[in-house]
C-alpha cells in the first residue's frame, strides 16, 4: 500500500488546511484509515482515524476542530482543519492499517505561524 501526502504548508493561527492522502489501493479494502502527527522532539500521535464503516475517532486535542473522510472512487483520505493553533504544527502522516500491517506516507509539514 502505497501513500501520498499533499496539502501541508504555512498557516496563521485561526486560519484552515486541508491535507489530503492518496491511497494506492481501494479505501474500502483499508480497516483504518487515520492520520497521526508529529511535533518535533514530541511522540507521534493520532490525530483521526476513519474505520471500514465510517466509524471516526478523534484526538482529544482536535475539540471538533477537524473532520477526517475518504472517498472511495478517489481513494483518498482527508483531513479538513480549521481553527488551527501554533500547537497543531508538526509532520502529518496518513496511515492505512491491517490487522497484519500497518503503512505510512513521507509525511507533510504543517506550521502555524503567524
Known amino acids: 500500500v502505497q501513500l501520498v501526502e499533499s496539502g501541508g504548508g504555512l498557516v496563521q493561527p485561526g486560519g484552515s488546511l486541508r491535507l489530503s492522502c492518496a491511497v494506492s489501493?481501494?479505501?474500502?479494502?483499508?480497516?483504518?484509515l487515520g492520520w497521526y502527527r508529529q511535533a518535533p522532539g514530541k511522540e507521534r500521535e493520532l490525530v483521526a482515524s476513519?474505520?471500514?464503516?465510517?466509524?471516526?475517532n478523534y484526538g482529544d486535542f482536535v475539540k471538533g476542530r477537524f473532520n477526517i473522510s475518504k472517498d472511495t472512487s478517489k481513494r483518498t483520505v482527508d483531513l479538513q482543519m480549521n481553527s488551527l493553533e501554533i500547537e497543531d504544527t508538526a509532520v502529518y502522516y496518513c496511515?492505512?492499517?491491517?490487522?497484519?500491517?500497518?503503512?505510512w506516507g513521507q509525511g507533510t509539514q504543517v506550521t502555524v505561524s503567524s
Open positions: 496511515s492505512a492499517y491491517f490487522p497484519w500491517a500497518e503503512y
Open positions: 489501493e481501494y479505501v474500502s479494502r483499508i480497516y483504518t
Open positions: 476513519v474505520d471500514s464503516h465510517g466509524n471516526k
